[in-house]
Each structure stands twice: as structure tokens, then as C-alpha cells.
């Protein structure tokens, strides 16, 4: 199907997508945070409180809220979109299911003082995002879906998706929001979302959205 989709309704269904994403994402915070036991899972690895605190990362870290938006902006087929938000959805499920069964605390963030270079920013990403819900990490699993979807239907401009999902990833550990392994799952679980929705033939999904 060649149906294209206009780039305004494309961004309406991003924004509907990103606000959907926030919300699954700070409602499974509170809920972990009123019910469950958030300290009984440790994922430091040996040496990893060594790497440096580098606060001006947050720049680099908040470009992932653009990155839905590009990837919305570059595909246009009705096929293709259908495929992309369904594979986000589902993502984000196993996200939360993962919070709620496996939580985990973050416990390396550094005292901010008044003078921490990007004192506002890191203060107010940490007053918004209680240290908890860190595996997968979220935030480089969007970051590698939007790689994979984008090395499938714009090959020619995949270097650019690979170098933002890495520095992204990478800035997740320098702002002190997440462990290695958090980083590690969240590439795994874009991968795993990618092949089930995108490399693999799954007919239903097919028709779905097709019909």
C-alpha cells in the first residue's frame, strides 16, 4: 500500500504517541513508588560509580523527545506508520511490565549544589524523575527503535540515527539517570520490538495494517 499520510496528521500522532509514552511512564512511577519495593535489586557493576558526572550531557540527553518527531517527519507511508506505533505501544507495555516486576532503584545520583554546571536542568529532570523504573532504560530503547526503523526505510541517513541513539545511550550514564545494564537492556528490547514488528513476517500485523 503507497497511501501516504500528510506530515500535520503525522505530527498530530506523534504528539498522541509522546504523550502516551509520558504517561505510562511517570503513572508505573507512582504506582512502583506507593507499592513496591524499589531497593531490592541491585545492577552496579563493579567500578561503574567511577564514571564521571558530566551535567551538560542533559543536552544530548533531552534530544530523544525529538527523535519520534524525526522519525514521524521522515515516513510518510500509512503502512510504515501503523508499523511504527504499534511497535512503540508495544514497547512502552513491556517497559511498564518490567517496572512493576523487576523494579529498580538508581542510586548513584551526586548531591546538586548551586553551582553544579546545568544546576537548573539536572535538578528539575531529577525533581521529575524519581530514581526508580531504570530497566530497560527507556530512553535508549526509543532512541534504538528509531535507529532500526530508520536504517530499514531511510538507509541512506541510518549514520545519523546510529550516532544520535549512541550518544544519547551514553549520556544516560554521564547524568547519572542510568546503570550499564540499563543500557544494555534497552538496546536489546529495541532490537527484540524491532525484529517482531519489522524483520519478522507476522501476517496478522500485516493485515492490520494493510486493511
Not at 504517541?17 to 531490592?40: E, H, N, P, R
Request: overall charge neutral; hydrophobic content about 55%; glycine content about 4%.
Amino acid at each position: 500500500m503507497d497511501e501516504e499520510i500528510g506530515l500535520k496528521q503525522r505530527m498530530f500522532m506523534v504528539v498522541g504517541l509522546l504523550i502516551f509514552i509520558l504517561t505510562c511512564y511517570l503513572g508505573s512511577q507512582k504506582i512502583v513508588l506507593a507499592f513496591f519495593d524499589v531497593g531490592q535489586h541491585d545492577l552496579l557493576l563493579p567500578g561503574e560509580e567511577k564514571i564521571p558526572f558530566m551535567p551538560f550531557s542533559i543536552l544530548v540527553y533531552s534530544l530523544e523527545y525529538l527523535l519520534p518527531v524525526w522519525l514521524f517527519a521522515m515516513i510518510s507511508k500509512r503502512e510504515y506508520i501503523l508499523k511504527i506505533i504499534i511497535a512503540f505501544v508495544a514497547m512502552v507495555i513491556i517497559h511498564v511490565f518490567f517496572y512493576f516486576s523487576f523494579p529498580v532503584e538508581y542510586v548513584l545520583r551526586p548531591h546538586l549544589s548551586a553551582d553544579t554546571m546545568g544546576y537548573y536542568f539536572i535538578s528539575t529532570l531529577y525533581e521529575m524523575d524519581a530514581p526508580i523504573n531504570t530497566f530497560p532504560s527507556m530512553h535508549v530503547s526509543i532512541a534504538f527503535l528509531t535507529f532500526f526503523i530508520i536504517r530499514k526505510y531511510r538507509p541512506k541517513i541510518q549514520w545519523i540515527g546510529l550516532l544520535v541513539a549512541i550518544i544519547i545511550s551514553t549520556s544516560t550514564i554521564l547524568i547519572k539517570q542510568h546503570y550499564i545494564l540499563d543500557v544494555i537492556s534497552g538496546v536489546m528490547l529495541a532490537w527484540l520490538v524491532y525484529y517482531v514488528c519489522f524483520a519478522k513476517d507476522i501476517k496478522l500485523l500485516d493485515t492490520f495494517v494493510r486493511s
